[in-house]
């Protein structure tokens, strides 16, 4: 079992920066890949970003456009995306989450098997 633990969101105006953390207890951080979902009223989950064990390999959904960037440290077993130059079109509730081990693609929501509650994110405009 691993328990996830997303903060760092809150109201923030177009064009600002904020930094969510993904804090991890239980088994093993280092070993799993994770990634950074959102979700928005009345629309599915959305892969936001994901992130290798090592942290060497990220990969971001394509509406990101290098505004985002996710990071890990290992040694605090905590997760991160620094978000700047936040849109409207960013609100939503933002999820860290586990890749399955072996599992397969890194940008579908049902690869993941633990999740954390959510973290609000609102932008103004």
């Known amino acids: 079992q691993v328990q996830l633990v997303e903060s760092g969101g809150g109201l923030v105006q177009a064009g600002g920066s904020l930094r969510l953390s993904c804090a991890a207890s239980g088994r093993s951080f280092s070993v799993y890949a994770m990634g950074w979902f959102r979700q928005a009223p009345g629309k599915e989950r959305e892969f936001v970003a994901r992130?290798?064990?090592?942290?060497?390999?990220?990969s971001y959904g394509d509406f990101v456009k290098g505004r985002f960037t996710v990071s890990r440290d290992n040694a605090k077993n905590t997760m991160y995306l620094q978000m700047n130059s936040l849109k409207p079109e960013d609100t939503a509730v933002y999820y860290c989450?586990?890749?399955?081990?072996?599992?397969?693609?890194?940008?579908?929501?049902?690869?993941?098997?633990?999740w954390g509650q959510g973290t609000q994110v609102t932008v103004s405009s």
């Open positions: 992130i290798s064990w090592s942290g060497g390999i990220t």
């Open positions: 989450a586990v890749h399955t081990p072996n599992g397969g693609s890194y940008y579908q929501s049902y690869e993941y098997k633990y």
